[in-house]
C-alpha cells in the first residue's frame, strides 16, 4: 500500500469517527493547505484546522483516488458540502502540504 492511499483510508476512518488516531500521525506538524478557490491572500489552513474540517463534514458520499504514490496524492471528495479536488504531498511518510479546489453547493 502507498503512502498516499494509506492516507486516503485513514482520510476515510477519520471522517466517519472509526479511526480518530491515524490521520493525525500521518500528517507532519507544519502541514499546510492552500486553496486556489480562496480569495488571494487567504491564509493556508493549518493541520488541526484540517482535522476539525474532516470532522465537521463526516463521511463523504463520494471518494474518489485518482493518483496515490508516496509522493503524492490526487483525491476528490463529494459530499453534502460540494466537491473538493485535492493533491497532497508527502516527504519522510508524512502529509507535509496540501492544494485545493472547492466547489460549493448553491
Known amino acids: 500500500m502507498t503512502m ?12 466517519d469517527g472509526s479511526d480518530t488516531t491515524s490521520l493525525p500521525l500521518l500528517i507532519h506538524d507544519d502541514f499546510l493547505w492552500t486553496s486556489f478557490t480562496r480569495p488571494t491572500g487567504s491564509p493556508a489552513v493549518t493541520k488541526q484546522e484540517m482535522l476539525q474540517m474532516i470532522e465537521d463534514a463526516g463521511p463523504d458520499d463520494e471518494v474518489t483516488v ?8 490526487v483525491i476528490g471528495f463529494r459530499g453534502d458540502y460540494g466537491s473538493l479536488l485535492l493533491t497532497v504531498q508527502f516527504e519522510n511518510f508524512l502529509a507535509v502540504k496540501a492544494w485545493g479546489a472547492t466547489v460549493n453547493k448553491s
Open 66 to 73: 485518482f493518483h496515490a504514490t508516496d509522493e503524492i496524492l
Open 4 to 15: 498516499g492511499e494509506r492516507f486516503a483510508s485513514a482520510h476515510d476512518a477519520y471522517a
